[in-house]
């Protein structure tokens, strides 16, 4: 693999250490139904989100609202978006609060992750890791928005505080020149 920078290294590595952690915590999901206890002062929420649940992978395609609130699960959770093959992905988060002192943590990918590959590859996109992988924990919500590259994106989170979550708003917009997409059968 060809790197542009040592920074890329290092993101990478930081990235894939993270992964694994994330993986190595992942334990597999109960049959039971999501519980969804929300703290009082939790009362933005969109309530036309689509509450999505904790799992290895989950598939979203669609815009509008998606909200995670935290049963208490402790494992690796994986949300994918897929846009159609000539957009790129919007993502802002409109609520967040995960906890970064029980080791709570949300990380947005441009592109997406499989067995520990990045695609598109560093050296198939036109930033750097430090731009493409960005993680966030804490109480205040990410200020900016998240613009993809291509047609996919990743949000991994380990949310292990009930009731702690966050909610964020895909919006798809058509890109003119795509290069690298993901092609989804059904």
Known sequence: M??????DV????????MTMRFANAFRASSSKGLK???????????????FIEC??????????SLTYI??????FCSLYIAAPIDNIIEIEFTFFEVDCAD??????????ELDFQIFPSPE???????????????????????????????I???VPVVGQGFQVKVSFSVNYKPCNMMVLHN
């Open 156 to 158: 991994q989170f380990i």
């Open 10 to 17: 290092i993101v990478l590595y930081v990235l894939v250490n």
């Open 2 to 7: 060809f790197f542009k920078s040592l920074h």
């Open 103 to 112: 080791g709570g943590a949300v990380a947005i990918l441009d592109g997406w």
């Open 36 to 50: 969804r206890t929300v703290s009082e002062e939790i009362d933005v929420l969109d309530t036309d989100s689509r």
């Open 70 to 75: 935290s049963d208490g699960e402790t494992g």
């Open 124 to 154: 198939d996109h036109p930033h750097p890791m430090s731009f493409r992988y960005i993680s966030f924990c804490g109480k205040a919500k990410p200020d900016s928005h998240f613009l993809t590259k291509q047609n996919i994106a990743q």
């Open 55 to 64: 799992k290895e992978q989950h598939l979203e395609s669609s815009p509008g």
